[in-house]
């Protein structure tokens, strides 16, 4: 089973998400793909770790390359979110191909657990214009979020903490 969490900042996605994973049963990875940049990625870093104390989850704090071997040895995967997955491979990895190798590695990830729930993030309708490089980074976005979309047998929609099934 593979579940696709997508929903803007502070929208109740990643709460949603962990009471998905924390249903199943099995051993569970969080895969956490935030890098810890400057004192406001350290505060959202801490928060999301409290947020799932006590819920049974090994952490595992993978930036890129997401793969069948990320997850060895668990039945259940949530991955933190596919937003920062695909910065870090634009601009950490300087990826020429990071629509194929971040949606293709989660896939394979995929496969290779029993459940998985991916989240991810919607910044495509706030109406602002960008700078070439960002414009870049949301496309890519854009394209690994449908790519995801169509491998998910659930797709859910979180707005102000109403989750909506799409799929």
């Known amino acids: 089973m593979v579940t696709l969490v997508i929903g803007g900042g502070g929208s109740g996605k990643s709460a949603f998400a962990e009471s998905i994973a924390v249903s199943y049963s099995g051993k569970t990875a ?11 990625g350290a505060k ?17 704090e993978q930036y890129s390359f997401i793969n069948e071997k990320t997850a060895a040895n668990y039945e259940n995967v949530l991955l933190e979110c596919v937003s920062n997955l695909v910065a870090n491979h634009i601009f950490t990895e300087n990826d020429e191909n990071t629509i194929e190798n971040v949606a293709d590695g989660i896939e394979k990830m995929a496969k290779s657990v029993k ?34 979309a169509q491998l998910a047998d659930e797709v859910y929609e979180v707005v102000v903490g109403i989750p909506i099934k799409i799929k």
């Open 44 to 60: 959202r870093i801490k928060r999301h770790r409290e947020m799932r104390l006590g819920k049974g989850f090994d952490t595992i």
């Open 115 to 148: 459940n998985t729930v991916i989240v991810t993030n919607d910044i495509f309708n706030d109406g602002c214009e960008y700078d070439d490089t960002t414009r870049d980074y949301i496309a890519k976005l854009g394209a690994v979020n449908c790519r995801l």
């Open 30 to 40: 969080y895969i956490a793909t935030m890098e810890p940049y400057g004192e406001e």
